[in-house]
């Protein structure tokens, strides 16, 4: 879900150079950039700049792509729904991850918000830290993070166990009473939390 569809070449082609251009125009980056432009003479010694450059670009075209593809897109679909829990539609893409394991929370938001694969946490602290709402509040503060904290402690969020529930009981009933109960907990606890956090 979080690699297709897609996105059109020439799209990710247009993120990329628009990717360099603030590299080079946000850090000071030398103009021989690792997109298109050949390097100077020593390449040696604009190397770290070389590779600071692309992993920016490739970050910049990973975000796009999360957010092109079906989970992105699931995403803002589901906004509505989990913006009483305080959550947004990067939270929701990261909860859809999550799915998979829990742990996946962490790098599926690394890669919206271009912040690599989630290994280096510094870069997607700063993101999280920057992101704001069109009004200029936070997006992420003290009772989201305590909502999600409490989520991920009461929700179902691992297919491989609904998948061996599934097996071992040998029906469907008892995976999706497990999904809808344990998700529909975590929902009712969770809003409790942020609203009760935020009141305080």
């Known amino acids: 879900m979080t690699y297709y569809p897609r996105l059109p070449e020439e799209v990710a082609e247009g993120i990329r150079k628009r990717a360099e251009i603030a590299a080079v125009l946000r850090w000071r980056v030398p103009p021989q950039s690792a997109y298109g432009i050949p390097w100077g003479p020593d390449v040696r010694e604009h190397e770290e700049e070389r590779r600071f450059v692309e992993r920016f670009i490739d970050n910049a075209v990973a975000s796009a792509q999360l957010n092109h593809s079906l989970a992105g897109r699931f995403g803002h679909l589901i906004e509505p729904t989990i913006r009483p829990l305080g959550y947004d539609w990067k939270m929701g ?11 996946v929370f962490v790098s599926t938001l690394a890669i919206t918000y271009a912040a690599g694969d989630g290994e280096n946490t ?16 936070p997006v992420w503060t003290t009772p989201v ?45 969770s809003l409790g939390v942020y609203h009760l956090a935020m009141w305080v």
């Open 93 to 103: 893409i990261g909860l859809i991850g999550a799915f998979a394991a829990r742990e």
């Open 122 to 137: 510094a870069d997607l602290s700063t993101a999280m830290r920057a992101d704001t709402y069109p009004d200029g509040r």
């Open 145 to 189: 993070a305590l909502s999600l904290l409490v989520w991920f402690v009461l929700a179902m969020q691992c297919m491989s166990t609904l998948a061996i529930v599934r097996r071992e009981t040998g029906g469907w009933r008892w995976p999706i009473f497990m999904l809808a109960y344990m998700n529909g907990l975590a929902y009712v606890v």
